[in-house]
């Protein structure tokens, strides 16, 4: 993939990125729009969904990416591949879940990751991380029951707070009975993940799972 100049950190809350993304024709993105979706907020350059849809053919997955000129240059390499099965797309996806996937066939959103997300380290920044109870409450709407939310980070604060988030939405349950999962329970590390595990740094993940809420919960 070519070098792309961009900047590191991209606020949210600006009023460049408030328009929520258009709702996407599925047929014409993917080759066949009825697979599992796995959607991947915050995707940076995308090669962990390059690397995904390579491997696993019977699922589709969209990345999502603020930074735009990383998003061009993913979209070209998928043409590149020839990959059928993944697309990425530049928006704020604080803003812009439910009008992306209220078109989605039925049931297909089946797998969600936040990796690695910008930590906006100031409290008075912290509105600015990817992770806000909005964001759990619209993928709470539109992930199947059954599917998979996987979170991890090298700053702890930053998964304390998107565990913590997951865990007040009764539609969310979390699995395992350890603070942190000790492995990536997917067959790809992201770029992140393995330069942080080679400076021999923690990594902190979490897992959910979408669970059937009955109304007296």
Sequence with gaps: MATVRVRQHVNPLNKKYQTPASPLEWEKIYAKPNQPLHLDIGCAKGQFLVNMAKIEHNWNYLGLEIREPLVVEANKLRSELALTNLHYLFCNANNSLRSLLSFLPPESLQRVTIQFPDPWFKNRHAKRRVVQPELVAELANYLAVGGVVFLQSDMEFVAVEMRDRFAENLAFQRVGTEEWLAENPLP????????????GEPVYRALFVRREVVNNE
Aim: proline content about 8%; hydrophobic content about 15%.
């Design 188 to 199: 790809i590390p992201t770029e992140r993940e393995i330069g942080t595990q080679k400076k």
